[in-house]
């Protein structure tokens, strides 16, 4: 999401100088590539770009071939063969070992639908969206859109395939993962996209600033509250998106935890974090990271199973405590980069570990160990439907 953020943010930015311009989309990957499928770069007719598609070997020649389609106003589909022995055609070696597939389509002006205008989209509703893209014929770029409440966006003139790829969009919502199928008679790209992550930082300590600032790097929307309103003076988090001061016992008024919301308790006042643990308990949110020792933690759950606020198995999964993946952080920086490492490791069902030891592809994603992904899918009216 945070490429699309920026995608759409340039957009704007040269929405007034009038400049042609095109998006570059993965949508098929076959073997071994430095992007997966949904990868996107926006490119311009002076030859800037933004975001990408590869580490930097395939972008020059997509510019070339952006040059046509924004000459001819015409959606074209391109496949770059970048295997050791295949790679002489664009002139350098590559060795990535893979087929990828890459969408580029015109940015039209006068078309409403065009592919920024749908991202825009997708970004104000900031929820999980399944996204079909047609990649041939003569429909081909035609998009559309499913959102968890059912609403659609449907920029498919054809309508017997925009029933067939409103079937296939279902399905993601029981087995969210981006890939290109056949629909009918026609090669569509369906895609998972998930919102931002929401960073809810709870206290406002010195620690807590590089966990903000770091995690605004990432494309995350960042809150920090606390009961002590020297805590939070914006001059210790310009980079946050709100800062609030709010009373524990108010919390679960205040503010609004999603599955997508990873929750940091770091206050270092025993008896607050207790009682926002309390609070968050029942909250959708996959992740609460709690700073301290594990005995600190403990000390917390006695007490609150003391007031009859149990701790089933799933919470005990959701709460990191102490918070963070272990790389022998020591200072503040370190800790963070643990911490926010930790969270992406959890929002996308992975372990975490050394990407030497794994087995399968390393941009491979298993939806079915997604947290996140399962939250969603237990209160997603559109999963049942796309499961029968």
Same mark, same amino acid.
């Given at each position: ?36 499928? #949904?990868?996107? $770069? !926006?490119? @311009?007719? +002076? *030859?800037?770009?933004?975001?990408? /598609?590869?580490?930097?070997? =395939? ?81 081909? #770029?035609?998009? $559309? !859109?499913? @959102?968890? +409440? *059912?609403?659609?966006?449907?920029? /498919?003139?054809?309508?017997? =395939? ?87 016992? @108010?919390? +679960? ?136």
């Amino acid at each position: 999401m945070k490429e699309l953020k920026s995608i759409v943010e340039a957009y704007r930015q040269n929405q007034s100088a009038q400049r042609k311009q095109a998006v570059a989309t993965v949508v098929r990957v076959h073997g071994s590539a430095y992007r997966s499928p #949904g990868a996107r $770069m !926006l490119i @311009f007719d +002076d *030859g800037r770009w933004v975001g990408s /598609i590869s580490g930097g070997c =395939l972008e020059g020649d997509a510019l070339r071939k952006a040059r046509t389609v924004m000459t001819e106003g015409k959606s074209l589909l391109i496949t770059y063969d970048t295997r050791e022995e295949s790679n002489q055609q664009l002139g350098i070696g590559l060795g990535c070992n893979g087929v990828i597939d890459v969408l580029i389509e015109p940015v039209l002006s006068t078309d409403p639908n065009n592919p920024l205008s749908i991202f825009e989209r997708i970004i104000e509703r900031n929820e999980p969206v399944a996204f079909a893209t047609v990649l041939t014929g003569e429909l081909i #770029g035609e998009k $559309m !859109l499913l @959102f968890p +409440d *059912g609403s659609i966006f449907n920029g /498919i003139t054809d309508d017997k =395939l925009s029933v067939a790829v409103s079937g296939k969009l279902q399905t993601i919502f029981s087995e969210p993962r981006s890939h290109t199928a056949k629909v009918n008679d026609e090669e569509v790209f369906l895609e998972w996209i998930q919102p931002v992550i929401n960073l809810l930082i709870f206290g406002g300590g010195f620690d807590a600033r590089p966990v903000c600032a770091f995690a605004k790097q990432l494309g995350w929307n960042v809150q920090v509250t606390d009961e002590c309103v020297s805590h939070i003076a914006p001059v210790f988090f310009p980079q946050a998106d709100k800062l609030t001061l709010c009373q524990r016992t @108010f919390i +679960d008024r205040e503010f609004s935890i999603t599955p997508f919301t990873a929750c940091v308790l770091m206050s270092h006042n025993y008896e607050y974090d207790r009682d926002v643990l309390k609070k968050i308990l029942r909250s959708a949110t996959p992740y609460i990271g709690i700073i301290g020792p594990r005995k600190r933690f403990e000390k917390m759950r006695n007490e609150l199973e003391q007031q009859g606020v149990l701790f089933n198995a799933d919470d005990l999964h959701r709460i990191h405590a102490p918070a963070g993946l272990d790389i022998g952080a020591e200072t503040p920086d370190e800790i963070a980069l643990s911490i926010l490492a930790e969270i992406q490791s959890k929002f996308t069902g992975r372990s975490g570990g050394f990407l030497k030891y794994r087995s399968g592809p390393i941009h491979q994603r298993n939806p079915k160990s997604d947290e996140v992904c399962k939250q969603v899918l237990l209160t997603n009216p559109l999963a049942k439907t796309g499961s029968q």
